[in-house]
């Protein structure tokens, strides 16, 4: 089954500092894979995703994210945090039938004045 | 374009009554996804349909769990009778069948409490 792994459940960070969310990935075959933020009481929003192509994807509010194939990771990275990017970030794959999305469990991204 | 709608946006009810849960997707997408939050489970799906016709209905948890999406721009999730486990937030999310590779829309939520 296509799963995505988040190791760290709580990220700290002070503004301004580069900071990076981790995520790890099994898949069988080309992996389709996604990050969402989600801010208090409110739903999932899409941030960037890696289909093919450049290692170093760029979206949305300066994020981007690293795709290592070798490591299996796809680890989310910006390199100047703000308070307002303290959220909840989600790593996802596409599932086997190719139209749903297999998510992690979440981290907590917390960027200190 | 005015995104995922979903309503209630919150819901609290006692044990045993019946929930429903509505969603209007984003006009022109032909999938739609619901899934269930919670703190121990992470995001879950539930079910999702594919130009209104159930595809995958393996992770609604129990026959109590019922969704129906009678046309393009309607679904329903329905618990009937619910139990206080039941409490999370349920979202529904769109996307392209042509972008198969696209990101999904998620609407902003229905929290139900159970009580």
């Known amino acids: 089954a296509q799963s995505v792994a988040q190791p760290e459940d709580q990220v700290n960070v002070a503004e301004g500092n580069p900071l990076t969310v981790k995520c790890t990935y099994s898949?069988?075959?080309?992996?389709?894979l996604f990050w969402y933020v989600q801010y208090p009481n409110r739903g999932l929003q899409f941030l960037l995703k890696?289909?093919?192509?450049?290692?170093l994807v760029k979206g949305s509010y300066g994020f981007e994210a690293e795709f290592n194939k070798s490591q299996t990771s796809f680890h989310l990275k910006k390199p100047s945090a703000l308070v307002s990017d303290s959220a909840l970030y989600f790593c996802?794959?596409?599932?086997?039938?190719?139209?749903?999305?297999?998510f992690g469990k979440g981290t907590s991204l917390l960027v200190t004045p | 374009d005015a995104g995922v709608i979903q309503s209630p946006r919150h819901e609290v009810t006692e044990m045993g009554q019946e929930v429903t849960l509505r969603c209007k997707p984003i006009?022109?997408?032909?999938?739609l996804f619901w899934y269930r939050q919670t703190m121990m489970r992470g995001l879950e799906l539930l079910i999702y349909?594919?130009?209104?016709?159930?595809?995958?209905d393996s992770g609604m948890p129990e026959d109590r769990f019922s969704a129906k999406m009678p046309n393009a721009s309607f679904s329903t999730l329905k618990i009937q009778p619910s139990e206080p486990r039941d409490s999370a937030v349920y979202f529904c999310?769109?996307?392209?069948?042509?972008?198969?590779?696209?990101?999904?829309?998620f609407g902003e939520g229905s929290r139900l409490t159970v009580l």
């Open positions: 999310a769109s996307s392209l069948e042509t972008v198969r590779t696209g990101e999904l829309f």
């Open positions: 996802a794959v596409r599932d086997n039938s190719g139209y749903a999305l297999n």
């Open positions: 006009s022109g997408h032909d999938y």
């Open positions: 890696y289909i093919t192509g450049d290692n």
């Open positions: 898949v069988s075959g080309n992996p389709y």
């Open positions: 349909f594919n130009n209104n016709v159930p595809i995958d």
